[in-house]
């Protein structure tokens, strides 16, 4: 398991368990057209040629989902999705001027009026790297759909913008807004930065290795080594931060993290330490009880302080999401995947109000777990 970048080889955990090809097959496709195009969809087209994804349960546009959309839809080959949703993106979301001139708004409404001018830098990240993804699959075209300039001038403003870069000058992590003297240990991704410093600008290449290096040492340390769970948002040195009213602990956002742990050790294989964190997290979720629950990183139960709509008593909100992401961490463990395997494909698609998150993020386990998460 590992090193699927060079080697071209990305494991089917799905059909290594016995799961038939065609029906793995029919899963992801039956999954791509209820998200995108079912009663149930997440995603909506314009006349005019463009495209987006709504956050159903907040009734907006954000550039988590868009950029969500672009590399699911870069995936799966659609390349008419691609085009609609980053159109719809540049028209609206992207700043001409001002402090953020280069950077794209974080949430929209549905007609494209802003509702924050500020970026999220997980958003930039899944662009870029959709972007050159899709340079390298489709080739490049004129204006916005040259992907590869599109993405390396994103780059380029991510690291050198003179004021309140996303990544911090300091440490190379990513921020968790430009002005953060913190991060969200969800929006690393090594396994991007490495494809950064081949596909990017030359002269970051250097940069991106580096980031890529302090990045897989940070999420170390802000995983914890008996449970495996992270933090929301954390310190550079990978502690919890004291932010927004309380101390913040294992929810929403964090849930991204094993995700992206697993995937990196399929692409890169770079760091041992991830199968032991993969193997922490899904011995701390086992017997299906926790998954109810909001944690402090060291496995305590907790009533948060404040708990968003919809959510259950507990406080939890995206069951569906947490249970895909620890499915997805078999990609660097062995001891418990039979029993993750088994549990991922018995999960179905949420269809209610606060379906976007979840189904997004199953979506892209799914294509991990059977191989189809692949580096263009």
Do not use: C, H, K, V
């Given at each position: 398991m590992g090193n699927a970048v060079k080697t071209g080889k990305y494991a089917n955990l799905l059909a290594e368990r016995g799961y038939p090809e065609a029906e793995i097959r029919a899963k992801i496709e039956s999954a791509f057209a209820e998200i995108y195009f079912g009663e149930h969809r997440i995603y909506f087209e314009n006349d005019d040629g463009t495209g987006y994804m709504v956050d159903t349960g907040n009734d907006d546009v954000r550039t988590e989902g868009q950029s969500y959309g672009m590399m699911q839809a870069l995936q799966m080959n659609r390349k008419d999705v691609f085009d609609r949703i980053w159109l719809w993106t540049k028209k609206y979301m992207y700043q001409h001027s001002g402090e953020n001139a280069g950077y794209f708004a974080w949430s929209c409404k549905k007609d494209g009026a802003r509702n924050s001018e500020g970026p999220a830098p997980d958003g930039e990240e899944y662009f870029a790297m959709a972007l050159l993804f899709a340079e390298r699959r489709w080739g490049n075209g004129a204006g916005v759909l040259d992907y590869g300039a599109e993405g390396r001038a994103m780059l380029r403003e991510m690291v050198h913008k003179e004021h309140e870069p996303m990544f911090d000058p300091a440490t190379k992590l990513i921020r968790f807004v430009p002005n953060a003297p913190f991060t969200d240990p969800s929006y690393h991704l090594p396994h991007f930065y490495e494809l950064f410093a081949e596909y990017g600008n030359p002269e970051d290449a250097e940069f991106f290795r580096d980031a890529a290096r302090l990045s897989r040492e940070f999420l170390r340390k802000t995983c914890d080594a008996g449970t495996g769970l992270n933090p929301n948002q954390a310190n550079y040195d990978g502690t919890p931060t004291e932010w927004n009213g309380?101390?913040?602990?294992?929810?929403?956002?964090?849930?991204?993290?094993?995700?992206?742990?697993?995937?990196?050790?399929?692409?890169?294989?770079?760091?041992?330490?991830?199968?032991?964190?993969?193997?922490?997290?899904?011995?701390?979720?086992?017997d299906g009880k926790q998954f109810g629950f909001v944690h402090e990183t060291d496995g305590t139960v907790i009533t948060p302080q404040f708990r968003e709509p919809d959510a259950s008593e507990t406080g939890m909100l995206h069951p569906l999401g947490l249970m895909a992401t620890t499915a997805c961490s078999s990609l660097a463990a062995e001891k418990y995947r039979e029993h993750y395997i088994k549990l991922f494909w018995g999960l179905e698609l949420r269809r209610d109000k606060r379906r976007y998150y979840d189904n997004l993020l199953y979506f892209f386990c799914l294509l991990a777990l059977a191989g189809e998460y692949r580096a263009y």
């Open positions: 309380s101390r913040s602990y294992f929810y929403s956002d964090a849930y991204r993290t094993a995700m992206n742990i697993a995937l990196d050790f399929g692409w890169y294989g770079a760091d041992e330490w991830q199968p032991a964190q993969a193997e922490a997290i899904q011995r701390f979720f086992l």
